[in-house]
């Protein structure tokens, strides 16, 4: 029997009001997404899902507060650290962002080697691919796209741009879910979601869950 699999992608949203509806610090908030999305991986792995891709730091998120971001930036150390956990679940590791060489490009070393090390450590692995997207944003992706066409004067085409995206070997977007519910985008995979199904959620990410999973799998059918 060949299932259909499909492509989950996730804007994992409601960290800090999670944490504030607590009386917790934002960053007990971070924390508990980041073990949601542990938990998410996992009950992904087991269904008809090939891709699974989680926007995990924005372009847009370096403005906030520096204590806020260094803890992110180490929860996305620990993320990429679950190698144990993600071979068990035959899980492969994948990351688009802004190229760490490229001007702009914030990334710290730290964090670029343990993105390098995590892909490494499950190249071998043959189930879903879970990309995270650190330093992210989809207007600089196809822009980039747009110039890397002009420069090596390529026709601009659909499969062209398509091509010259971060990763040009991840499918369409099936579902789109997001969190905390906010009905917008904010920079997401522009490219990819164009025939996309939404699954708008009023959950915070850290509440999100397989039951949750489930229910946006199901507008697919
Ligand atoms: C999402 O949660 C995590 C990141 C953007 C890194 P937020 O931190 O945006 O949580 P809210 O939106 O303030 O509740
Ligand atoms: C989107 O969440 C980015 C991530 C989930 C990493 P934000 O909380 O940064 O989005 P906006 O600014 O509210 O649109
Ligand atoms: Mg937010």
Same mark, same amino acid.
């Given at each position: 029997?060949? &299932?259909? %699999?499909?492509?989950?992608?996730?804007?994992? =949203?409601?960290?800090?009001?999670? +944490?504030?509806?607590?009386?917790?610090?934002?960053?007990?908030?971070?924390?508990?997404?980041?073990?949601?999305?542990?938990?998410?991986?996992? &009950?992904?792995?087991?269904?008809?899902?090939?891709? !699974?891709?989680?926007?995990?730091?924005?372009?847009? $998120?370096?403005?906030?507060?520096?204590?806020?971001?260094?803890?992110?930036?180490?929860?996305?150390?620990?993320?990429?650290?679950?190698?144990?956990?993600? /071979?068990? /679940?035959?899980?492969? #590791?994948?990351?688009?962002?802004?190229?760490?060489?490229?001007?702009?490009?914030?990334?710290?070393?730290?964090?670029?080697? +343990?993105?390098?090390? *995590?892909?490494?450590?499950?190249? +071998?692995?043959?189930?879903?691919?879970?990309?995270? &997207?650190?330093?992210?944003?989809?207007?600089?992706?196809?822009?980039?796209? *747009?110039?890397?066409?002009?420069?090596?004067?390529? #026709? #601009?085409?659909?499969?062209?741009?398509?091509? $010259?995206?971060?990763?040009?070997?991840?499918?369409?977007? =099936?579902? %789109?879910?997001?969190?905390?519910?906010?009905?917008?985008?904010? /920079?997401?995979?522009?490219?990819?979601?164009? *025939? *996309?199904?939404?699954?708008?959620?009023?959950?915070?990410?850290? =509440?999100?869950?397989?039951?949750?999973?489930?229910? &946006? !799998?199901?507008?697919?059918?």
């Amino acid at each position: 029997m060949e &299932a259909r %699999l499909v492509h989950v992608a996730c804007i994992m =949203d409601g960290n800090g009001r999670w +944490a504030r509806k607590r009386g917790l610090p934002r960053t007990a908030g971070h924390t508990a997404g980041e073990e949601s999305l542990s938990d998410v991986v996992r &009950a992904a792995s087991k269904r008809e899902i090939s891709h !699974l891709t989680v926007f995990g730091f924005s372009t847009e $998120n370096w403005v906030r507060p520096r204590a806020e971001v260094r803890h992110i930036l180490g929860l996305h150390k620990k993320l990429f650290g679950r190698i144990k956990e993600l /071979n068990e /679940n035959n899980v492969r #590791i994948n990351w688009i962002g802004r190229p760490f060489d490229e001007p702009g490009s914030r990334t710290p070393v730290y964090v670029q080697r +343990a993105i390098r090390k *995590a892909i490494e450590d499950t190249s +071998a692995n043959t189930g879903m691919v879970l990309t995270v &997207a650190f330093d992210y944003g989809s207007r600089a992706e196809i822009t980039r796209a *747009a110039k890397n066409l002009v420069r090596d004067k390529k #026709i #601009i085409t659909t499969e062209n741009l398509s091509r $010259n995206l971060y990763d040009s070997t991840l499918p369409p977007v =099936d579902v %789109l879910v997001r969190t905390s519910g906010e009905s917008r985008i904010s /920079n997401f995979l522009l490219w990819q979601i164009s *025939a *996309a199904k939404i699954y708008f959620t009023d959950r915070p990410w850290p =509440d999100f869950d397989a039951v949750e999973l489930d229910v &946006a !799998l199901s507008l697919l059918s």
